[in-house]
């Protein structure tokens, strides 16, 4: 399990050595390695499957931004929800997160897109699943990611009260569960270009986040940083 786990602070280590959560990680690495060995290309690499948790350690989360699972095509999924690695071209989604973000905040759209100056700030970037075959959105529902990444938000909803979730789309509002009172809950459709104008748009999910941390005597997120 170190390939995958390698460098997960101990926060977040603790709550995927639970041993519920061990045992299905084990069945996913059981099948994944099945599919690499028939050919079949699984997106992100290995080792950035849990790269939203190396890059923001639990103590450090103050949002969560919640997605479906990650891109299926070739260098795009790097292990953050709806981020693609610097010098990427910037997909739909994105760029309608982009719209929404400048609409919103009333900064310059985002030059880049990876989404990692986010994570610094403690902006969780989790998908609802976190692996996917290439070219086939969703191919690894049902797999026992949403164990997973239950287990991995119920640890933020115990961590302290104030926690923003932001739940884009129906895959993400499923794996989200019951919020407890004390944290901000933001509902919205996914920011694809199927479902932006359902609801994405115009929702200002940024200032809401922002009012709200600072509200509760937090800073708010430089939501124009990225990198």
């Not at 939203?52 to 949002?63: N, S």
């Not at 929702?203 to 940083?225: C, H, K, M």
Request: with cysteine; aromatic share 8%; hydrophobic share 45%.
């Amino acid at each position: 399990m170190s390939g995958w786990l390698g460098g997960v602070g101990a926060g977040w280590g603790g709550v995927l050595s639970e041993p519920a959560v061990a045992a299905v990680l084990g069945e996913l690495r059981g099948v994944l390695e099945s599919e690499r060995r028939v050919g079949v290309e699984v997106y992100p690499a290995e080792g950035e499957i849990f790269a939203a948790l190396r890059r923001t350690p639990l103590e450090r989360v103050r949002v969560v931004i919640l997605g479906q699972d990650p891109y299926h095509d070739a260098g795009q999924a790097h292990g953050l929800s709806f981020s693609v690695p610097a010098g990427h071209r910037i997909p739909p989604s994105l760029r309608n997160i982009y719209q929404e973000l400048v609409a919103d905040v009333g900064c310059e759209v985002p030059r880049a897109g990876c989404l990692g100056g986010w994570a610094d700030q403690g902006v969780l970037l989790l998908n609802s699943v976190l692996t996917v075959r290439a070219h086939a959105a969703n191919s690894h529902r049902g797999l026992g990611w949403e164990r997973v990444t239950g287990a991995i938000l119920e640890a933020v909803k115990g961590l302290r009260a104030g926690v923003v979730f932001m739940a884009w789309g129906a895959a993400a509002e499923r794996v989200l569960g019951e919020i407890p009172r004390g944290h901000l809950v933001i509902r919205s459709p996914h920011p694809s270009p199927l479902s932006a104008r359902r609801g994405f748009f115009g929702s200002r999910p940024f200032t809401r986040a922002n009012a709200f941390l600072v509200a509760g005597g937090g800073q708010p997120i430089e939501w124009s940083r990225v990198e």
